[in-house]
């Protein structure tokens, strides 16, 4: 799975991984990991079990291989807007069954108003929510494609 | 995991139980496409959870709870993010140290930074 990390929304500043494992919590798991490695959590442990319980309330993944998280959380110190991209594909227990191939998790601090989470995570799924223009990502893997894409859904 | 970061672990799992009861907030996330399932997994999880917690504070938080929407609140140089009250320099707890207190204007736990 491949991060590719906007901050905020409209920032090109972006971070490529891979990884190789195919489980939702992994790649919940790698999301946390990467915006703490760059001081944007607290706690990042709780952010995780709040993500993971997330899931519990209904799968996250929207069908046709996107998944679209986040947390408005009093664990987030600054808003971040994180994009993987799986070249396998990620078990995400998703109502169709597709596992999903790219997923995008939304930050956003509890300091900020509900509203503007809830706008943010409508932004990105504004931009992501075409399959061709996932698959234009997931082809390319290119940051400044993505940037671009949510600069232009920004709110 | 010390007692701060369990109220905050209830706190969060509270949140994510107000979305989902709440008929707004979850019309939001099904017009987004998402499928909401039942929260009684996770109610009963927030009752393992509450269950280990010192009832003292857990009687504190849950009133906030119950008034405000929330029994948590976060300080930023010393301001209650809850109500803005700027709190005494001497209720900030030693650095590394996580303590729970009350707010004095809004009667939150809070959560130090």
């Given at each position: 799975?491949?991060?590719?990390?906007?901050?905020?929304?409209?920032d090109?500043?972006?971070?490529?991984?891979?990884?190789?494992?195919?489980?939702?919590?992994?790649?919940?798991?790698?999301?946390?990991?990467?915006?703490?490695?760059?001081?944007?959590?607290?706690?990042?442990?709780?952010?995780?079990?709040?993500?993971?319980?997330?899931?519990?309330?209904?799968s996250?993944?929207?069908?046709?291989?996107?998944?679209?998280?986040?947390?408005?959380?009093?664990?987030?110190?600054?808003?971040?807007?994180?994009?993987?991209?799986?070249?396998?594909?990620?078990?995400w227990?998703?109502?169709?069954?597709?596992?999903?191939?790219?997923?995008?998790?939304?930050?956003?601090?509890?300091?900020?108003?509900?509203?503007?989470?809830?706008?943010?995570l409508?932004?990105?799924?504004?931009?992501?929510?075409?399959?061709?223009?996932?698959?234009?990502?997931?082809?390319?893997?290119?940051?400044?494609?993505?940037?671009?894409?949510?600069?232009?859904a920004?709110? | 995991m010390?007692i701060a970061?369990?109220?905050?672990?209830?706190?969060?799992?509270?949140?994510?139980?107000?979305h989902?009861?709440?008929?707004?907030?979850?019309?939001?996330?099904?017009?987004?496409?998402?499928?909401?399932?039942?929260p009684?997994?996770?109610?009963?999880e927030?009752?393992?959870?509450?269950?280990?917690?010192?009832?003292?504070?857990?009687?504190?938080?849950?009133?906030?709870?119950?008034?405000?929407?929330?029994?948590?609140?976060?300080?930023?140089?010393?301001?209650?993010?809850?109500?803005?009250?700027?709190?005494?320099?001497?209720?900030?707890?030693?650095?590394?140290?996580?303590?729970?207190?009350?707010?004095?204007?809004?009667?939150?736990?809070?959560?130090?930074?």
């Open positions: 799975m491949a991060i590719a990390e906007v901050f905020p929304l409209h090109s500043t972006l971070d490529l991984l891979e990884l190789r494992h195919r489980r939702r919590e992994t790649a919940l798991q790698q999301f946390v990991h990467a915006a703490a490695e760059r001081g944007a959590l607290r706690h990042a442990d709780v952010l995780f079990t709040h993500l993971v319980r997330r899931e519990r309330l209904g996250t993944s929207l069908g046709r291989g996107f998944a679209l998280t986040g947390a408005w959380s009093l664990c987030v110190r600054s808003p971040r807007v994180m994009v993987g991209v799986s070249e396998r594909g990620l078990d227990e998703a109502a169709d069954g597709q596992p999903v191939t790219l997923a995008a998790c939304v930050l956003t601090p509890a300091d900020a108003s509900e509203d503007w989470h809830a706008r943010r409508a932004a990105v799924h504004a931009a992501l929510r075409l399959q061709r223009t996932r698959q234009r990502i997931t082809d390319r893997r290119d940051p400044v494609l993505l940037a671009q894409l949510l600069h232009e920004t709110p | 010390s970061l369990e109220f905050l672990e209830l706190h969060e799992l509270d949140q994510l139980l107000v989902a009861r709440d008929p707004e907030r979850s019309a939001l996330w099904r017009r987004m496409g998402y499928v909401i399932a039942s009684v997994p996770l109610v009963r927030r009752e393992r959870l509450a269950e280990r917690l010192d009832r003292r504070w857990l009687s504190l938080y849950e009133r906030s709870l119950g008034r405000y929407g929330s029994g948590l609140s976060a300080v930023r140089q010393r301001v209650c993010l809850g109500c803005r009250l700027r709190l005494p320099t001497a209720s900030a707890p030693p650095p590394g140290e996580a303590h729970l207190h009350l707010c004095e204007g809004c009667g939150r736990l809070l959560l130090w930074d």
